[in-house]
């Protein structure tokens, strides 16, 4: 069925598991979340729909609540576009939640903060239910001084030495953003790193907790992390694998 | 290199996510976890090695800490055997535990008793990264006849209306098993179901859970469960899919 005018915002927050993709955003030929959301909606739309999710996650990267938005015409409520989506998804995508959302909302530029959150598996071994959900890194490393430096990242900073080369980025954009609270922690096997942040620029979790590595390791002290987010030249030293990485919330008003 | 003879006795407890696998044993054409095991234990060796598990595990199966022992003359620390394992296998096979065994160390025979656990996700979404690892089964269910019935599983029966037709038992052998506890529990957004026995059919925990599934909806009562416990000739209702089953442990003296 067409609809002529596609009449209603929708807003769904989504989970994820990233491993079998390239990421959130559509590329092409290859598989996407994006990708393969746009051909569900579609589909239940009857012509082509965009989704735009509040910002890109890498490939590997996973999600526990995204939030993407759509325009539609088709008057399915919103409970049951949620089941119609399930059904028609991977079990690896699902649908938390569908609802109505003003005309102009914009899931990435009304997004106010987001929350991630990196695991670090720290036994010898691995367990085969968590292998693509942490990082496991089993060596010595120095984590009171991990735990320590993690409260670095804290405040306003500028964080291009934690940004990966981004082509979408237009030259001269800030890469200032605010931090409200990142915060490392040993939680049973694992080491957690939670991070609130106003906006978050590529691989900049990843960064952050790579050169939290490199503290562990004895590689970095925290006046070189601090001498990090005071230069706009330099480069961190190493991003973390991205299957550690979990996007767990978007905040709006 | 070559050891002429196999002098050792190794017993290893080892975790895998089932779900890539055609069970437990050796298959022609199909990949099985004592085949990949195998492999790598007849690399280390260099001349064929057979591993016996504590019983077999059926195709998205998970395991815990399964057991399995095999007899090898490379004179290799457990450590170290351990450790080469695991450079050596796919990272949803995980070994535990390497130790030496008495020369009669058999994993199925000296097995005193087994604990399996089953997961039911109760919600309607199933998260992305449960979802190998539960059975989903969002609709109505009587929880609490459920969890009445599924005591009536303990003690000594006939459990041959549970167990699924099987051409390496011998006609006549005995189905009997003893059950030392056999419980189910709502946790959280699961029914966890747990059992320790002195040893278990074919599909026989899969249809113990299928069957109290269909307690759950009505469809069985304790009595007629009790009925199928008496008898030899009759079958029980439904068999549980294998992604929700956890081999737990296996206990030895």
Same mark, same amino acid.
């Given at each position: 069925m067409i609809y002529p005018n596609a009449t209603r915002r929708i807003k769904i927050t989504l989970s994820y598991d990233g491993t079998a993709y390239h990421g959130w955003q559509v590329q092409p030929g290859l598989?996407?979340? *994006?990708? %393969?959301v746009e051909a569900i909606v579609t589909h239940i739309e009857g012509k082509p729909v965009k989704v735009a999710a509040s910002g890109r996650t890498d490939a590997g990267v996973h999600a526990m609540a995204q939030v993407a938005a759509f325009s539609m015409g088709n008057p399915i409520p919103t409970e049951n576009l949620k089941q119609a989506m399930n059904r028609l998804l991977p079990t690896d995508i699902r649908i938390l *939640?569908? &609802?109505?959302?003003? @005309?102009?909302?914009? @899931?990435?530029?009304? @997004?106010? =903060?987001k929350i991630y959150e990196y695991r670090i598996w720290r036994e010898e071994v691995c367990p085969p239910f968590d292998r693509l959900y942490v990082h496991h890194h089993p060596y010595p490393l120095d984590e009171p001084a991990m735990i320590a430096a993690s409260r670095l990242f804290e405040g306003e900073h500028d964080f291009s030495a934690f940004a990966a080369a981004d082509?979408?980025? @237009?030259? +001269?954009? =800030?890469? %200032?953003?605010q931090i409200f609270y990142s915060v490392l922690q040993r939680r049973g =096997?694992?080491?957690?790193?939670q991070v609130l942040g106003s906006g978050f620029l590529k691989h900049m979790v990843r960064n952050i907790v790579g050169?939290?590595?490199?503290? +562990?390791?004895? !590689?970095? !002290? =925290? &006046? *070189? %992390?601090?001498?990090l987010m005071e230069q706009t030249g330099g480069r961190c030293g190493a991003t973390s694998p991205p299957q550690g990485l979990f996007l767990v919330r978007v905040n709006y008003e």
């Open positions: 598989i996407t979340i *994006q990708k %393969v *939640q569908a &609802e109505e959302a003003p @005309a102009a909302f914009h @899931a990435r530029f009304d @997004a106010k =903060s082509p979408k980025d @237009a030259l +001269g954009h =800030s890469k %200032v953003r =096997s694992c080491l957690i790193y050169t939290l590595i490199e503290v +562990g390791k004895g !590689n970095l !002290n =925290s &006046e *070189q %992390v601090r001498k």
